[in-house]
């Protein structure tokens, strides 16, 4: 067990759930399917990297009014805007990601990951772009 977080690609809000509640294993294709809901796109996935998903975390926290127990932000969708972006690139070069632990998370990996996460700011803004939807999500 552990913290697996994931940024994908989708048309609208709620998508990756609508797309896995009617979905089907193939098992030809070892994959789910699904005919009616179009599968989001994956754009980064990071294993054990509290401190970007402190640094979420936060960003779902403001949006609520600074509400929110750290234990219920888990399987949250959380867009992320091209304002959430600027912060967001800013603090991973100055190395001011929050200082995040939890029982799953691990230890600190914001040098390991550094090149990946603005890799995924690069690649989230081509997204936003071209009119498509860039959401956060985790599960520990």
């Not at 100055?94 to 890799?119: I, M, V």
Request: net charge negative.
């Amino acid at each position: 067990m552990g913290l697996d977080m994931y940024a994908y690609v989708a048309a609208k809000e709620g998508q990756q759930r609508e797309f896995y509640e009617s979905a089907e294993f193939d098992d030809d294709a070892k994959d789910f399917v699904n005919k009616t809901v179009e599968q989001p796109r994956e754009i980064a996935y990071w294993r054990k990297h509290p401190n970007l998903h402190g640094w979420m975390e936060q960003l779902w926290k403001s949006r609520n009014g600074g509400k929110g127990d750290s234990a219920n932000f888990n399987g949250i969708e959380l867009e992320i805007t091209w304002e959430d972006l600027e912060i967001l690139e800013l603090d991973i070069m100055s190395g001011t990601l929050p200082s995040t632990s939890g029982f799953f998370f691990g230890n600190e990996a914001d040098a390991h990951y550094k090149e990946q996460d603005l890799k995924f700011v690069r690649d989230a803004r081509a997204e936003l772009f071209c009119g498509l939807k860039v959401f956060y999500n985790s599960s520990w």
